[in-house]
Antibody, heavy 118, light 109 residues
Framework: EVQLLESGGGLGQPGGSLGLSCAAS????????MTWVRQAPGKGLEWVSS????????SYGDSVKGRFTVSRDNSKNELYLQMNSLTDEDAGIYYC???????????WGQGTLVAVSS | QAVVTQEPSLTVSPGGTVTLTCGSS?????????PYWFQQKPGQAPTTLISDVRNTFSWTPVRFSGSLIGGKAALTLSGAQPEDEAEYFCLLVYGVTWVFGGGTKLTVL
């Protein structure tokens, strides 16, 4: 059974940093690209970033480009999102999602909540 | 960045049929946008219903189907059930980036 478990959410300060993790199990993590999607409170879904299976290619949404960095450790079956220069608009639930280029988006994690406040 | 449009809300009667659509500001939606449909119930993570226009998953109820209609991606629900009341989001690919639609809140009433 595919499982994706996000962690690292919490309270960040405006201009500060937070790091998220997603622990994957139940599938061959190293052969699948992975994706982060977020959802602001009461709002819709927003694609944040995707990373190739090897980690050598990543893509970002316009709203996070230059501030967020996606990475992965295939030896640990983990996906990461480093969020810098946080703003109020970065608050919300961050979901880890299996899939991206050439691989169907299928399984979602339960999400981790990020709040941004001074 | 492209804008993906969906009906903000729709209502369907139990047992009825409803079609949700997904349009693109850049022109007609095609198979090359690899349209996806996701379902999200209150307080829950989304689930993936449809990929690549019409491909379903093992967990997708057979009453859901995807297609292209009139230059838009479409999600048709045939024989609506009370448990289908949810928000539905479409997703389109633009090169190496993806854009979600704003979502359609579907009421079964």
């Amino acid at each position: 059974e595919v499982q994706l478990l996000e962690s690292g959410g919490g309270l960040g300060q405006p201009g500060g940093s937070l790091g998220l993790s997603c622990a994957a199990s139940g599938f061959s993590f190293n052969i699948y690209p992975m994706t982060w999607v977020r959802q602001a409170p009461g709002k819709g879904l927003e694609w944040v970033s995707s990373i190739s299976n090897s980690g050598d290619h990543a893509s970002y949404g316009d709203s996070v480009k230059g501030r967020f960095t996606v990475s992965r450790d295939n030896s640990k079956n983990e996906l990461y999102l480093q969020m810098n220069s946080l703003t109020d608009e970065d608050a919300g639930i961050y979901y880890c999602l299996k899939g991206a280029w050439g691989s169907r988006f299928d399984n979602w994690g339960q999400g981790t909540l990020v709040a941004v406040s001074s | 960045q492209a804008v993906v449009t969906q009906e903000p809300s729709l209502t369907v009667s139990p047992g009825g049929t409803v079609t949700l659509t997904c349009g693109s500001s850049t022109g007609p939606v095609t198979a090359g946008h690899f349209p996806y449909w996701f379902q999200q119930k209150p307080g829950q993570a989304p689930t993936t219903l449809i990929s690549d226009v019409r491909n379903t998953f093992s967990w997708t109820p057979v009453r859901f189907s995807g297609s292209l209609i009139g230059g838009k991606a479409a999600l048709t629900l045939s024989g609506a059930q009370p448990e289908d009341e949810a928000e539905y989001f479409c997703l389109l690919v633009y090169g190496v980036t993806w854009v979600f639609g704003g979502g359609t809140k579907l009421t079964v009433l």
